[in-house]
């Protein structure tokens, strides 16, 4: 994937002699700021996977949240309509304003669509737990088995490492098969 694609049509483009990744603003249907990632001149086979699995997280949670906020704008405007037209209003009032509900009303609604998409949302925290081992299987490759452990204590990492593999082994029971290509929707 050519990362200069991802910013193709918003005007944005990093320095040519830029070392660094550069983030772009939020997207307008994700609301995530998309990255331009640096590529070295003599990249190693090993920072081009590590670099490639990146982009295709960012791409993935791209997709993941832009359809997951269209659905919620789209449900939430479809629950205000049908609330105000159960009490006889109109989406507008009498200056022009778009009518509202409280946040009493507007609670049910968030509950509700909060409930109806868990297992979505856990799908998708599934995926990422899923990335983070697979970046970290690609990264401690090059990180010193001294930092990973030390004596018979697990470091922090090693042991969020765990957690994870233990987190994304129930949910495989769970959930039926790991989807690799981010099918959460």
């Known amino acids: 994937m050519n990362s200069a694609c991802i910013f193709k049509g918003l005007g944005f483009s990093p320095p040519a002699h830029s070392r660094n990744d550069w983030i772009g603003p939020p997207d307008k249907h ?9 590529v070295p001149p003599k990249e190693s086979p090993l920072e081009r996977r590590l670099r490639e699995a990146r982009q295709e997280a960012q791409a993935c949670d791209q997709r993941f949240w832009a ?8 449900e939430k405007e479809e629950f205000i309509y049908s609330r105000l037209k ?6 507008r009032d009498e200056t022009g ?4 509900l409280n ?8 509950k509700d669509f909060l409930s109806k998409n868990f297992r979505k949302h856990m799908q998708y925290n599934r995926e990422k737990a899923l990335f983070i081992i697979k970046l970290w299987k690609i990264h401690k490759k090059k990180v010193p088995k001294s930092l990973l452990h ?21 949910s495989v029971t769970e959930a039926g098969e790991y989807r690799n290509k981010c099918n959460f929707l």
């Open 103 to 110: 946040a009493e009303e507007m609670a049910d609604f968030y």
């Open 86 to 91: 159960a009490k006889g209003l109109e989406m």
């Open 67 to 74: 359809r997951h906020n269209c659905a919620f704008r789209q």
């Open 150 to 170: 030390h004596g018979k204590n697990p470091t922090i990492t090693t042991k969020i490492i765990k957690d994870l593999i233990h987190f994304c082994n129930g």
């Open 30 to 38: 994700s609301n995530l700021r998309r990255v331009i990632f640096y």
């Open 97 to 100: 304003q778009k009518a509202t």
